[in-house]
Protein backbone atom coordinates (compact mmCIF):
# COMPACT_ATOMS: atom_id res chain seq x y z
CA UNK A 1 0.00 0.00 0.00
CA UNK A 2 3.05 2.28 1.26
CA UNK A 3 5.90 3.21 -1.73
CA UNK A 4 9.31 4.67 -1.02
CA UNK A 5 9.02 5.97 -4.08
CA UNK A 6 5.77 7.96 -3.76
CA UNK A 7 6.98 8.91 -0.14
CA UNK A 8 9.97 10.55 -1.44
CA UNK A 9 8.64 12.90 -4.01
CA UNK A 10 5.92 13.93 -1.24
CA UNK A 11 6.04 17.07 0.66
CA UNK A 12 3.73 18.77 2.47
CA UNK A 13 3.16 22.32 1.56
CA UNK A 14 -0.06 23.36 4.00
CA UNK A 15 -1.01 21.30 6.91
CA UNK A 16 -3.99 22.44 9.66
CA UNK A 17 -5.33 21.08 12.61
CA UNK A 18 -8.97 20.47 13.91
CA UNK A 19 -9.44 19.71 17.54
CA UNK A 20 -12.73 17.39 17.77
CA UNK A 21 -14.96 17.51 20.79
CA UNK A 22 -15.57 14.21 22.69
CA UNK A 23 -19.03 12.47 21.68
CA UNK A 24 -20.72 12.25 24.61
CA UNK A 25 -21.20 16.14 24.30
CA UNK A 26 -23.94 15.58 22.62
CA UNK A 27 -27.48 14.86 24.35
CA UNK A 28 -28.16 11.70 21.52
CA UNK A 29 -24.68 9.88 22.30
CA UNK A 30 -25.28 6.41 23.32
CA UNK A 31 -24.45 5.38 26.52
CA UNK A 32 -21.18 3.46 27.33
CA UNK A 33 -19.78 6.06 24.40
CA UNK A 34 -17.22 7.59 26.52
CA UNK A 35 -13.45 7.46 26.47
CA UNK A 36 -11.38 7.88 23.18
CA UNK A 37 -14.53 8.58 20.89
CA UNK A 38 -14.64 11.89 19.38
CA UNK A 39 -16.78 13.69 16.93
CA UNK A 40 -16.32 15.25 13.68
CA UNK A 41 -20.26 16.40 13.93
CA UNK A 42 -23.58 15.91 15.92
CA UNK A 43 -24.35 12.26 15.62
CA UNK A 44 -27.90 12.97 14.47
CA UNK A 45 -26.17 14.36 11.15
CA UNK A 46 -25.18 10.75 10.24
CA UNK A 47 -29.10 9.42 10.75
CA UNK A 48 -29.63 8.10 7.07
CA UNK A 49 -26.18 5.97 7.51
CA UNK A 50 -27.99 3.87 10.89
CA UNK A 51 -28.82 0.05 10.18
CA UNK A 52 -26.79 -0.07 6.63
CA UNK A 53 -24.51 -1.91 5.40
CA UNK A 54 -21.49 -0.52 3.03
CA UNK A 55 -21.70 -1.94 -0.14
CA UNK A 56 -19.03 -2.15 -3.30
CA UNK A 57 -19.44 1.18 -5.45
CA UNK A 58 -20.30 -0.93 -8.71
CA UNK A 59 -22.98 -2.38 -6.83
CA UNK A 60 -24.83 1.09 -6.57
CA UNK A 61 -26.29 3.82 -9.23
CA UNK A 62 -23.57 5.94 -9.56
CA UNK A 63 -26.34 8.88 -9.94
CA UNK A 64 -28.63 7.81 -7.44
CA UNK A 65 -27.54 5.25 -4.96
CA UNK A 66 -29.91 2.12 -5.93
CA UNK A 67 -28.91 -1.19 -6.69
CA UNK A 68 -27.50 -1.18 -10.20
CA UNK A 69 -27.46 -3.84 -13.18
CA UNK A 70 -25.41 -4.52 -16.11
CA UNK A 71 -27.64 -4.05 -18.03
CA UNK A 72 -26.92 -0.23 -17.86
CA UNK A 73 -23.14 0.53 -17.54
CA UNK A 74 -20.87 2.72 -19.20
CA UNK A 75 -18.73 1.09 -22.36
CA UNK A 76 -15.61 1.28 -19.81
CA UNK A 77 -17.83 -1.14 -17.56
CA UNK A 78 -16.73 0.54 -14.65
CA UNK A 79 -19.68 2.69 -14.41
CA UNK A 80 -22.78 1.16 -13.81
CA UNK A 81 -26.71 2.73 -13.15
CA UNK A 82 -29.92 1.22 -12.09
CA UNK A 83 -31.87 2.83 -15.43
CA UNK A 84 -31.53 3.94 -18.52
CA UNK A 85 -32.23 7.61 -17.36
CA UNK A 86 -29.80 7.91 -14.35
CA UNK A 87 -26.89 6.87 -17.12
CA UNK A 88 -28.40 9.74 -19.13
CA UNK A 89 -28.48 12.05 -16.26
CA UNK A 90 -24.65 11.16 -14.92
CA UNK A 91 -22.73 14.17 -16.02
CA UNK A 92 -19.61 13.01 -13.71
CA UNK A 93 -18.34 10.20 -14.99
CA UNK A 94 -18.05 11.51 -18.50
CA UNK A 95 -15.83 13.85 -16.93
CA UNK A 96 -13.31 11.03 -14.95
CA UNK A 97 -13.98 7.68 -17.18
CA UNK A 98 -10.58 6.71 -18.10
CA UNK A 99 -11.88 4.37 -20.98
CA UNK A 100 -12.26 0.52 -21.27
CA UNK A 101 -8.83 -0.54 -21.45
CA UNK A 102 -7.49 1.34 -18.64
CA UNK A 103 -10.22 0.80 -16.31
CA UNK A 104 -9.39 -2.75 -15.94
CA UNK A 105 -6.43 -1.67 -13.73
CA UNK A 106 -7.05 2.35 -12.58
CA UNK A 107 -10.67 3.38 -11.43
CA UNK A 108 -12.33 6.43 -12.39
CA UNK A 109 -11.36 8.93 -10.27
CA UNK A 110 -8.30 8.25 -8.77
CA UNK A 111 -4.93 7.98 -8.36
CA UNK A 112 -2.22 5.01 -9.07
CA UNK A 113 -2.43 2.97 -5.77
CA UNK A 114 1.51 2.61 -5.91
CA UNK A 115 1.81 6.40 -5.57
CA UNK A 116 0.01 6.46 -2.18
CA UNK A 117 2.88 8.21 0.01
CA UNK A 118 2.32 5.99 2.82
CA UNK A 119 -0.48 4.42 4.90
CA UNK A 120 -1.92 7.40 6.53
CA UNK A 121 -2.73 9.10 3.12
CA UNK A 122 -6.07 8.78 1.73
CA UNK A 123 -7.45 9.75 -1.79
CA UNK A 124 -9.66 13.26 -1.56
CA UNK A 125 -11.14 15.22 -4.40
CA UNK A 126 -10.31 18.51 -4.94
CA UNK A 127 -13.18 21.49 -6.37
CA UNK A 128 -10.50 24.43 -7.85
CA UNK A 129 -11.86 27.76 -8.37
CA UNK A 130 -10.22 27.61 -12.18
CA UNK A 131 -10.72 24.38 -13.51
CA UNK A 132 -14.11 22.71 -14.25
CA UNK A 133 -13.04 18.71 -13.39
CA UNK A 134 -12.52 17.58 -9.94
CA UNK A 135 -9.29 17.04 -9.08
CA UNK A 136 -8.09 13.69 -7.23
CA UNK A 137 -5.47 14.41 -4.43
CA UNK A 138 -3.70 12.68 -1.68
CA UNK A 139 -4.25 14.28 1.78
CA UNK A 140 -2.57 12.72 5.05
CA UNK A 141 -4.45 12.29 7.93
CA UNK A 142 -3.52 11.36 11.37
CA UNK A 143 -5.64 11.49 14.44
CA UNK A 144 -4.52 12.06 18.30
CA UNK A 145 -7.27 9.41 20.13
CA UNK A 146 -5.90 11.04 23.58
CA UNK A 147 -6.51 14.65 22.58
CA UNK A 148 -9.09 14.60 20.05
CA UNK A 149 -6.15 16.59 17.42
CA UNK A 150 -6.74 15.85 13.58
CA UNK A 151 -3.84 16.92 11.84
CA UNK A 152 -4.73 16.96 7.82
CA UNK A 153 -1.42 17.70 5.20
CA UNK A 154 -1.55 18.28 1.38
CA UNK A 155 1.40 18.97 -1.10
CA UNK A 156 -1.14 20.22 -3.27
CA UNK A 157 -0.25 23.76 -4.22
CA UNK A 158 -3.70 24.95 -5.02
CA UNK A 159 -4.66 24.21 -1.75
CA UNK A 160 -2.02 26.01 -0.37
CA UNK A 161 -3.17 29.45 -2.47
CA UNK A 162 -6.33 28.77 -1.15
CA UNK A 163 -5.30 28.64 2.73
CA UNK A 164 -5.48 32.31 3.61
CA UNK A 165 -5.10 32.95 7.11
CA UNK A 166 -7.60 35.13 9.15
CA UNK A 167 -4.55 35.63 11.70
CA UNK A 168 -0.98 34.61 12.71
CA UNK A 169 -1.95 31.57 14.03
CA UNK A 170 0.05 28.13 12.58
CA UNK A 171 -3.81 26.92 10.74
CA UNK A 172 -5.44 28.42 8.09
CA UNK A 173 -9.28 29.57 8.28
CA UNK A 174 -11.27 26.82 7.60
CA UNK A 175 -14.85 25.75 7.98
CA UNK A 176 -15.49 21.84 8.07
CA UNK A 177 -18.95 20.89 6.95
CA UNK A 178 -20.87 17.76 7.13
CA UNK A 179 -22.46 16.82 4.02
CA UNK A 180 -24.28 13.31 5.62
CA UNK A 181 -27.34 15.34 7.08
CA UNK A 182 -28.07 17.14 3.37
CA UNK A 183 -30.94 15.62 1.17
CA UNK A 184 -29.57 14.26 -2.52
CA UNK A 185 -30.22 11.43 -4.45
CA UNK A 186 -26.76 9.78 -2.78
CA UNK A 187 -27.35 10.06 0.47
CA UNK A 188 -29.87 7.46 1.42
CA UNK A 189 -26.61 5.17 0.76
CA UNK A 190 -24.03 6.85 2.17
CA UNK A 191 -23.16 4.10 5.02
CA UNK A 192 -19.84 6.44 6.09
CA UNK A 193 -19.44 10.46 6.88
CA UNK A 194 -18.67 12.76 3.59
CA UNK A 195 -17.24 15.94 4.31
CA UNK A 196 -16.70 19.12 2.64
CA UNK A 197 -13.39 21.58 3.79
CA UNK A 198 -13.91 24.82 2.72
CA UNK A 199 -10.36 27.32 3.45
CA UNK A 200 -10.55 31.42 4.18
CA UNK A 201 -10.58 32.14 0.84
CA UNK A 202 -14.61 31.42 0.97
CA UNK A 203 -14.60 34.51 2.29
CA UNK A 204 -13.51 36.39 -0.58
CA UNK A 205 -16.99 36.70 -2.18
CA UNK A 206 -15.92 38.56 -5.78
CA UNK A 207 -16.62 36.89 -9.39
CA UNK A 208 -12.73 35.94 -9.82
CA UNK A 209 -13.12 33.89 -7.10
CA UNK A 210 -16.24 31.70 -8.12
CA UNK A 211 -15.99 27.94 -7.47
CA UNK A 212 -15.96 27.09 -11.19
CA UNK A 213 -15.87 23.44 -10.64
CA UNK A 214 -19.11 23.28 -8.98
CA UNK A 215 -20.51 26.34 -11.31
CA UNK A 216 -19.56 24.01 -14.26
CA UNK A 217 -22.14 21.10 -13.21
CA UNK A 218 -25.16 23.85 -13.49
CA UNK A 219 -26.46 25.94 -16.42
CA UNK A 220 -25.15 29.52 -16.42
CA UNK A 221 -27.45 31.27 -13.76
CA UNK A 222 -29.14 28.79 -12.67
CA UNK A 223 -26.72 27.81 -8.68
CA UNK A 224 -25.66 29.90 -5.83
CA UNK A 225 -22.38 31.56 -6.22
CA UNK A 226 -19.98 29.49 -4.58
CA UNK A 227 -16.46 30.98 -3.95
CA UNK A 228 -13.00 29.24 -2.65
CA UNK A 229 -11.54 25.84 -3.04
CA UNK A 230 -13.02 23.48 -1.67
CA UNK A 231 -11.44 19.39 -0.72
CA UNK A 232 -13.79 16.66 0.10
CA UNK A 233 -12.87 13.52 1.69
CA UNK A 234 -14.53 10.54 3.08
CA UNK A 235 -14.30 8.52 6.42
CA UNK A 236 -15.80 5.92 8.18
CA UNK A 237 -18.01 5.86 11.26
CA UNK A 238 -18.36 4.44 14.61
CA UNK A 239 -22.14 2.77 15.84
CA UNK A 240 -22.38 5.65 18.25
CA UNK A 241 -21.46 8.58 15.25
CA UNK A 242 -18.24 9.39 16.36
CA UNK A 243 -15.52 9.61 13.74
CA UNK A 244 -13.60 6.16 13.34
CA UNK A 245 -10.59 6.09 10.44
CA UNK A 246 -10.17 8.05 7.10
CA UNK A 247 -11.09 6.38 3.66
CA UNK A 248 -10.30 7.00 0.18
CA UNK A 249 -13.23 8.87 -1.21
CA UNK A 250 -15.05 7.57 -4.05
CA UNK A 251 -16.82 8.42 -6.89
CA UNK A 252 -20.66 8.20 -5.42
CA UNK A 253 -18.78 10.22 -2.70
CA UNK A 254 -18.04 12.90 -4.85
CA UNK A 255 -21.03 13.25 -6.51
CA UNK A 256 -23.34 13.25 -3.34
CA UNK A 257 -20.79 16.45 -2.31
CA UNK A 258 -21.93 17.85 -5.85
CA UNK A 259 -25.30 17.40 -5.93
CA UNK A 260 -25.32 19.20 -2.24
CA UNK A 261 -24.72 22.21 -4.20
CA UNK A 262 -26.09 21.59 -7.34
CA UNK A 263 -29.34 20.32 -6.38
CA UNK A 264 -29.56 22.64 -3.52
CA UNK A 265 -33.16 24.95 -2.94
CA UNK A 266 -31.74 27.84 -2.11
CA UNK A 267 -30.39 27.76 -6.05
CA UNK A 268 -32.05 30.40 -8.52
CA UNK A 269 -33.63 27.38 -10.87
CA UNK A 270 -32.87 23.57 -10.77
CA UNK A 271 -30.26 22.24 -13.17
CA UNK A 272 -31.34 18.38 -13.21
CA UNK A 273 -34.94 18.53 -12.38
CA UNK A 274 -35.40 14.89 -13.16
CA UNK A 275 -32.39 14.20 -9.84
CA UNK A 276 -34.31 16.97 -8.11
CA UNK A 277 -35.63 14.70 -4.62
CA UNK A 278 -36.55 17.35 -2.19
CA UNK A 279 -40.18 17.52 -0.88
CA UNK A 280 -42.84 19.37 -3.32
CA UNK A 281 -40.48 18.65 -6.15
CA UNK A 282 -39.89 21.26 -9.10
CA UNK A 283 -42.40 23.49 -10.84
CA UNK A 284 -41.96 25.44 -14.62
CA UNK A 285 -41.06 29.07 -14.11
CA UNK A 286 -39.71 32.01 -16.14
CA UNK A 287 -36.36 33.11 -15.31
CA UNK A 288 -35.74 36.96 -16.53
CA UNK A 289 -32.71 37.94 -16.34
CA UNK A 290 -30.65 41.55 -15.81
CA UNK A 291 -27.78 41.16 -18.18
CA UNK A 292 -26.15 44.09 -17.04
CA UNK A 293 -26.10 42.57 -13.34
CA UNK A 294 -22.17 41.81 -12.62
CA UNK A 295 -22.74 38.34 -11.37
CA UNK A 296 -25.22 36.85 -14.29
CA UNK A 297 -22.20 38.29 -16.34
CA UNK A 298 -19.41 36.85 -14.12
CA UNK A 299 -22.24 33.25 -14.60
CA UNK A 300 -21.84 33.10 -18.33
CA UNK A 301 -25.64 34.24 -18.37
CA UNK A 302 -26.65 35.28 -21.78
CA UNK A 303 -30.70 35.13 -22.30
CA UNK A 304 -33.15 37.92 -21.08
CA UNK A 305 -35.32 35.12 -20.47
CA UNK A 306 -35.21 31.54 -20.13
CA UNK A 307 -37.83 28.62 -19.12
CA UNK A 308 -36.51 26.96 -16.09
CA UNK A 309 -37.69 24.64 -13.35
CA UNK A 310 -38.27 25.71 -10.02
CA UNK A 311 -38.24 24.29 -5.86
CA UNK A 312 -41.86 24.67 -5.68
CA UNK A 313 -41.45 25.99 -2.27
CA UNK A 314 -38.55 28.07 -0.93
CA UNK A 315 -37.37 27.99 2.45
CA UNK A 316 -35.96 31.54 2.75
CA UNK A 317 -37.23 34.05 -0.01
CA UNK A 318 -41.40 33.57 0.78
CA UNK A 319 -40.45 34.54 4.66
CA UNK A 320 -39.49 37.99 4.33
CA UNK A 321 -41.74 40.88 4.04
CA UNK A 322 -40.28 41.84 0.03
CA UNK A 323 -41.36 38.16 -0.78
CA UNK A 324 -45.08 38.46 0.38
CA UNK A 325 -45.01 41.89 -1.60
CA UNK A 326 -44.21 40.48 -4.77
CA UNK A 327 -47.10 37.79 -4.55
CA UNK A 328 -50.39 40.85 -3.96
CA UNK A 329 -52.79 41.31 -6.51
CA UNK A 330 -50.40 38.85 -8.99
CA UNK A 331 -51.52 35.96 -11.11
CA UNK A 332 -48.19 34.83 -11.16
CA UNK A 333 -45.79 34.03 -7.74
CA UNK A 334 -42.60 36.35 -7.73
CA UNK A 335 -39.47 35.08 -6.50
CA UNK A 336 -35.68 36.25 -6.37
CA UNK A 337 -33.64 34.89 -8.51
CA UNK A 338 -30.70 36.74 -7.35
CA UNK A 339 -27.67 34.21 -7.14
CA UNK A 340 -25.58 35.88 -4.31
CA UNK A 341 -26.81 35.67 -0.88
CA UNK A 342 -28.83 39.17 -0.22
CA UNK A 343 -31.16 39.62 2.04
CA UNK A 344 -34.34 40.42 1.10
CA UNK A 345 -35.62 42.87 4.21
CA UNK A 346 -38.58 44.33 2.59
CA UNK A 347 -37.74 47.79 3.89
CA UNK A 348 -38.99 50.58 1.90
CA UNK A 349 -36.33 52.84 0.32
CA UNK A 350 -36.92 56.38 -0.54
CA UNK A 351 -36.47 55.33 -4.08
CA UNK A 352 -37.50 51.62 -4.07
CA UNK A 353 -34.20 51.00 -5.01
CA UNK A 354 -34.46 47.47 -3.25
CA UNK A 355 -37.34 46.30 -4.55
CA UNK A 356 -35.96 47.57 -8.08
CA UNK A 357 -32.33 45.25 -6.95
CA UNK A 358 -34.86 42.03 -6.28
CA UNK A 359 -37.06 42.69 -9.12
CA UNK A 360 -33.85 42.41 -12.25
CA UNK A 361 -33.27 39.17 -11.26
CA UNK A 362 -36.62 37.68 -11.52
CA UNK A 363 -38.10 34.01 -11.18
CA UNK A 364 -42.35 33.98 -12.24
CA UNK A 365 -43.78 31.00 -10.93
CA UNK A 366 -46.69 29.17 -12.38
CA UNK A 367 -50.07 30.02 -10.61
Known sequence: MSSSHGQSLWKPVVTFTVLLPPIEQYSMAEKGSEGGYWALHDPNTYASCKNQQERQEAEQ?????????RKYRCHCKAARYCSAQCLEADDLHER?????QDAKT??????????????NHFLAALLPVDGSNPKPIWISLQMDRKTGKMRF??????????AA??????????????????????????????????FGSYKNTSPGNLNSCIQSFGQPGFLACYFGAMVVWAYDLESNGAFKSPRDLGVRDLRHALDCHVLNSVNPAVSQPSRF????????????????????EALGVTRQIEKVHVPASHQYFEAFPIGKLFHLGLRWYVRTGVPIAIAPTGELHEDHEEILNHFRQTVLLVA
Open 153 to 162: ATDEITIAKA
Open 106 to 119: KPAFSLPLESRPSN
Open 61 to 69: CLACGNPST
Open 165 to 198: KSDDSSDPDIIHVGLNSIATPIQKSLVHGVDAIK
Open 277 to 296: ILEGGVIPALKINDLSDRWL
Open 96 to 100: LCVGR
